[in-house]
């Protein structure tokens, strides 16, 4: 079957780095994607990776290992307003997307 | 502004009162989709439409209805509402036939009793 897994909960520090990991199995991989949601609010898009390798843009990173259906958000310089979910997703070979059930980053002072 | 709006964005109903959610957008995108969401299950797709008059079942589409008669547009239909569709409903829009960078709308909270 397909699934993806990511940590339900992780809690970091303001000013620290913190890594988000997400580890996926799909029918064929069409590409990875990072959304960020807030407490009620819509997903918003973070990040695309199809490609092996580190995308770099500005505070926030994504990795992607296509060998080992593994990915990660990285997330330097934590301020307050990062609290949110951080949704992984999986796109097959049929173009559908499978999604994590998100990751809930809490940032202490 | 570019986005995808939803309506209403709260709702409590009664178990079989038909109901419509709006969805529209105006970026001219081509691909919509329609996901629940509950919690820790993360977002659910329903239906999704890669173009005009193109409708396919999602991960979870037992219970309601689409349709996409224009490009902006894309209604959710409950025939008979449950208790067990009782979500928060978000729609989304993506500018390539396929599910890419997706902009969400706010979400529709709905409440069946």
């Known amino acids: 079957g397909q699934n993806i897994d990511q940590p339900t909960e992780m809690t970091a520090t303001e000013g620290a780095i913190v890594q988000i990991n997400c580890t996926y199995q799909?029918?064929?991989?069409?590409?990875l994607f990072w959304y960020q949601q807030h407490a009620g609010e819509a997903p918003t898009f973070l990040s695309y990776?199809?490609l092996d390798g580190l995308e770099e843009k500005g505070r926030f990173s994504s990795f992607l290992s296509r060998s080992k259906g593994y990915s990660y958000l990285l997330l330097k310089e934590l301020q307050m307003k990062d609290s949110a979910s951080y949704l992984c997703?999986?796109?097959?070979?049929?173009?559908?997307?499978?999604w994590g059930a998100g990751t809930k980053l809490i940032i202490k002072p | 502004e570019a986005q995808v709006t939803q309506n209403p964005r709260y709702l409590i109903t009664v178990t079989g009162k038909k109901l419509t959610v709006t969805c529209s957008q105006n970026?001219?995108?081509?691909?919509m989709s329609w996901y629940r969401q509950d919690p820790g299950l993360g977002l659910r797709q329903i239906y999704y439409?890669?173009?005009?008059?193109?409708?396919d079942k999602g991960d979870v589409p037992e219970g309601y209805k689409v349709s996409r008669k224009e490009k902006r547009n894309f209604p959710l239909i409950l025939e008979s509402p449950s208790p067990n569709q009782t979500s928060l409903y978000f729609c989304?829009?993506?500018?390539?036939?396929?599910?890419?960078?997706?902009?969400f709308g706010p979400g529709t909270r709905l409440t069946v009793t």
């Open positions: 997703a999986a796109m097959d070979s049929n173009y559908q997307l499978i």
């Open positions: 989304a829009s993506s500018t390539q036939g396929e599910p890419h960078e997706q902009y």
């Open positions: 970026m001219n995108h081509e691909y």
């Open positions: 799909t029918s064929g991989f069409n590409g």
């Open positions: 990776n199809v």
């Open positions: 439409s890669m173009n005009v008059e193109v409708t």
